[in-house]
């Protein structure tokens, strides 16, 4: 499915007769809550429960405090003689500052981001991989999004008349199928296998590129490792074969690896593309890669501050000038999201004054997370009609449900898509916000949604028990 609109607004517009034409998902879920307002209704609920955007601290998480400490240093300077702040804060904040024009974050930085931060960052891919990581292929910008759109950009040219095809994984992220719309590129979508936990086939990537090259000149890989929506989490070996794969049919490969913190199913583990890249050995080492990291998932779950990075894998020096050209139009990312960037590359080690709080912080996190993960698959698996796979990483829950024939035929009365019929009564009944399968792409003749493992345990427990008592009475009625 190819859709030009991002996520947030993914369900509203699959549906926007039902909508003013000035109206978002934000406005509709607004109206859901029971708030007043011209023409509104009251609603049998409190409050909208929003599992369908990966935003950790609107749904409760807690900031680290070591991140936001030095945010506070450097934005007010003063707290670095006054504040009652640990030695290793004002000492990051201190370095942060001499990397900043006039010591100030509010001056421009170098358009691919503060040297000392780059360097940091290929420190800490060196020590993830074990192998060694130049800084000056490493690109700061706003977000991984902003990133993955200036790299997209490179392959907009056609060639002998052809438009240039990007594949992409089915289920997939809204970014990629929305960027691809905008510049102009072929989308070619390729199926993640539902049956074996949402893994890559080299049988299904195939046959997706030989039917694309009738119409296109396919040119690039994404992969979303650990998986959005689907919350799987590739095996070394799926991953070897995706490369030879690439390397094979000279495919540029994207890999997003934005949740590489978030794994928690026993026996997964995460495998960054380069790692397995450079142990494959000689005969891909000129394997082409972009890998993309942003502050806003992880354990860290800072969206609005806007950091990421993107580190180059054996791109030509020429091509990367001219990507690295084209991204000062934007003059810089945001410094503060560069600072926290810094936090996440560099955090405090061990026998550092911050370093107790921050390991036990970050620890807490994740593990709540993995107990939500596992309680949500195992939840919706006691639900007549569902499938819910392991949630092996990431934020996200991807089950496939089945819809009674008259529900179906309900949607269709109404002229909408069965999944997306099924999201909006729970929205109203319920204040549970979702997004349909078909937002993200879906095998033809199945049903899906995507939730979020986010909401804090309490309201988590209040969501799951509440979709249950709805999915009941929805089967009921529609039996």
Partial sequence: MTSPYSLDYTVALCVVITLPAHSSWGDWCWLASGSSGEGGASKPFQKVIRANIGDAHAMGQRPITFIRQVLSCITNTDLLEKGDFPDDVKDRAREILCGCGGGSVGSYSASQGIEHIRRHVAEYIAKRDGHPARWQDICLSAG???????????????????????????????????????????????YLDEECNW??????????????????NVRALVVINPGNPTGQVLTRENIEQVIKFAHKHKLFIFADEVYQDNVYAEGSAFHSFKKVLVELGAEYSSQELASFMTISKGYMGECGLRGGWVELVNMLPEVQAQLYKCMSAMLCPSVLGQAVVDCVAKPPAPGEPSYDLWIKEKTDILTSLKDRAKLIAETFNTFEGFKCNVVQGAMYAFPRITLPPKAIQAAKEKNMAPDVFYAFRLLEETGVCIVPGSGFGQAPGTFHFRTTILPQPDLLNTMLENFRNFHKKFTQEYA
Avoid: H, W
């Fill in 144 to 190: 991984a999004s902003t990133a993955i759109k200036n790299c997209l950009q490179l392959f907009c040219k056609e060639i002998d008349g052809k438009k240039s095809g990007v594949m992409i994984p089915i289920p997939q992220y809204p970014l990629y199928s929305a960027s691809l719309a905008e510049y102009g590129l072929e989308q070619v979508g390729y």
């Fill in 199 to 216: 893994g890559l086939s080299t049988q299904e990537l195939e046959r997706s590129l030989q039917e694309a090259q009738q119409t296109c």
